[in-house]
């Protein structure tokens, strides 16, 4: 495949996009196929064996878009599934990365928070990864299994987000952390709610820009990086494209965004089976 083939990013729905924009930023030459799972999002409240269906189910598409590396956008995806599916693929594969160290790096006390779905809270690995680089810290999680659903509607403010992120943080609050996780893809995109209400003496950690460092680091180590100075971006979707068009065109500004031709598709999985 060499330098020149595209870089895969996949997430359950449109939170994966927060990564394809960090990606683009530092790796403005590559081309880069970005897939959604819009029909069957959200992932967070699946059990974890429909998950690693999907995942299976994902893959393909990207074996056969003859990608170099993927890249798990989806912290749910990668808490399950990421060890087993990185053997089964003829493409490098990251994941979206933890934040453990951008969070204890930012923390006064060490005493981290972490918000995400039920599926990856109950994996665990986040409160792993932390304790990894740091075993005196503690660590205060939240499912927040509302979220996801209401951002991939595209309510990004009002009321029922507001009334949603006050339920989830308010425990987070009171544990008294000084950094946050958003320990899924979807959440930089209602920081402004998040921020009004863990106030601004709490670092929020957003691991899209980590992420896209280390598959610049995974490209690089392996030889990979491309030569041109502009790529192209497919914009794929299992459903609801004119959801995803609108989405896109309200809530994400991408670099070099005058220059940037996006191109949207409808993919159905079963064709790469």
Request: hydrophobic share 45%; net charge negative.
């Amino acid at each position: 495949m060499g330098d020149s083939a595209p870089i895969g990013i996949f997430d359950s729905g449109l939170g994966g996009l927060t990564v394809l924009r960090e990606v683009l930023n530092l790796l403005p030459g590559e081309d880069v196929i970005y897939f959604g799972d819009t029909a069957r999002t959200p992932y967070g409240s699946r059990p974890p064996a429909e998950i690693l269906r999907f995942l299976h189910e994902i893959l393909p598409f990207f074996s056969a878009q003859q990608v170099k590396l993927a890249i798990i956008a989806c912290n749910t995806m990668k808490a399950i599934g990421f060890e087993q599916a990185g053997t089964k693929v003829p493409f490098l594969l990251t994941g979206v990365n933890y934040g453990a160290r951008a969070a204890l790096a930012a923390s006064r006390n060490k005493r981290i928070g972490v918000m995400a779905t039920a599926a990856t809270i109950a994996s665990g690995k986040h409160v792993q990864a932390i304790k990894a680089e740091e075993p005196a810290a503690t660590v205060a999680v939240q499912a927040c299994p509302r979220l996801v659903p209401l951002i991939e509607q595209g309510k990004l403010f009002g009321p029922e987000l507001e009334s949603a992120v006050t339920d989830y943080l308010l425990p987070l609050k009171e544990a008294a952390i000084d950094a946050l996780i958003l320990g899924c893809t979807h959440y930089p995109f209602i920081i402004p709610v998040i921020r009004q209400v863990m106030g601004p003496d709490v670092v929020l950690i957003d691991p899209a820009r980590e992420t896209a460092a280390e598959a610049r680091t995974t490209l690089a180590h392996h030889d990979k990086l491309t030569t041109r100075a502009q790529g192209r971006v497919r914009l794929c979707f299992s459903a609801d494209l004119p959801r995803a068009e609108q989405f896109v065109a309200g809530a994400i500004e991408f670099p070099w965004a005058e220059e940037l031709s996006l191109r949207f598709e409808l993919v159905n999985l079963l064709d790469y089976r």
